[in-house]
């Protein structure tokens, strides 16, 4: 940015592959805006635009865009922006950070809305509901609390477990929601009584995160072995699936809360999601990404290991998904794609998630900025 001429160091790794290094540089800027680039021999310039830059290493036969992200807010939060969520319209962001507070946002200009206090200590995990105006979080305070997006209050608080909340979920449209914990369990909850309508799993070993899927229909679920209440709405037919520190991804009937399977990685999963109703992801510590058909998890789909820093967050994206880590990697891997598109700026600080909204991205990290990207052109 401003000088003219700059240069660039640029590596293609390969499991089990010598890594190949190389050159870039920039010679002068255009009329345009855009930069002219070129590269040392064992890479190629194929597109430059103003916020992305595609190179392939022809002897690998593998290609990246590196895009740059399109504006980041960084006075939002003083220290590290924990997570972070954005609307269902796209218009309103929320975020926790390490210096105690949790906000609302807009998301044109990161200017802050709301200001939501009432937890004790850090609030580690915040999403919106479907409907945009109220948000869910969860605290090292072991407490869950919903919050009016309108005026800031919080009428609900969920307490019953035992340690600090790590990840939350919505049940289809909100009258119920998940929680997990530190303490080992998931438990579901039903808004409108606040109160703890069951544990879904127990399984002696911190769960970090969660997601909620509708299950294929090849899935035997099990039956409850009491009649649901009446409270539990949106249950039936789902699958949580749950990332735990003692190495296993599990899945369990929502409501029927019988475990379908538990899948075995090398390190502790840190997040998980649902790509279909047959196909799940889990990111582990160790930065193994596992994609496995809940059919059959015996043998994994397929195992993306890009870094070995630790797989962060995770999200569906397209005929994809988008993970983020803990060395400033935050990736998307499209099946169609020839080629992985990397979202750049962050210098070896963990990027704790990614939201998406419609055709734009945004991660938040350890340096305290909240970036966006333009995924529109992709």
């Known amino acids: 940015s401003g000088r003219l001429k700059a240069k660039a160091w640029i590596s293609c790794k390969i499991p089990g592959k010598p890594t190949i290094y190389g050159t870039l540089k920039c010679e002068s800027v255009g009329p345009d805006g855009i930069p002219d680039i070129t590269s040392s021999e064992e890479f190629s310039v194929l597109e430059v635009t103003k916020k992305s830059l595609h190179i392939s290493c022809p002897a690998e036969n593998v290609s990246s865009r590196f895009l740059s992200p399109y504006t980041g807010f960084s006075r939002v939060h003083q220290k590290s922006v924990t997570c972070l969520d954005v609307s269902c319209g796209g218009g309103l962001g929320v975020s926790t950070s390490t210096d105690g507070s949790m906000k609302i946002w807009q998301t044109n200009n990161g200017e802050t809305r709301r200001v939501l206090e009432g937890h004790i200590y850090d609030v580690n995990c915040c999403m919106f509901f479907p409907s945009g105006m109220v948000v869910l979080s969860g605290g090292m305070d072991a407490q869950v609390k919903i919050w009016s997006v309108e005026d ?99 899945a369990v009937s929502l409501q029927s809360r019988q475990s379908v399977f538990t899948f075995d990685g090398a390190d502790a999963f840190n997040c998980c999601t649902f790509l279909s109703s047959v196909n799940v992801l889990g990111g582990s510590q160790d930065g193994n990404i596992y994609q496995l058909d809940v059919r059959n998890t015996k043998v994994p789909v397929q195992t993306v290991s890009k870094s070995g820093a630790p797989v962060l967050s995770l999200a569906p994206f397209r005929e994809g998904f988008i993970a983020s880590q803990g060395d400033g990697t935050c990736f998307i891997l499209q099946q169609d794609l020839d080629h992985i598109v990397e979202l750049t700026d962050p210098d070896c600080d963990p990027v704790y998630k990614v939201a998406l909204s419609d055709k734009l991205a945004y991660t938040c990290c350890r340096d305290g900025i909240i970036r966006k990207y333009q995924l529109a052109d992709l």
């Not at 409108?192 to 229909?217: E, T, W, Y």
């Not at 899935?219 to 649901?228: H, S, V």
Request: hydrophobic share 40%; charged share 25%.
């Open 152 to 250: 800031a209050s919080c009428p609900v608080t969920f307490r019953g477990h035992k340690a600090g909340i790590l990840d939350l979920a919505v049940v289809d449209r909100g009258r119920n929601v998940v929680s997990c914990s530190r303490d080992g369990t998931a438990r579901l909850w039903d808004c409108g009584k606040s109160a703890c309508l069951a544990v879904v799993a127990d399984c002696g070993a911190a769960i970090n995160g969660i997601s909620i899927g509708v299950a294929d229909n090849a899935i035997d679920l099990g039956k409850p072995e009491t009649t649901p209440s009446d409270r539990e709405v949106g249950t039936e037919g789902k699958l949580l699936l749950l990332a735990r520190e003692d190495k296993k991804l599990e």
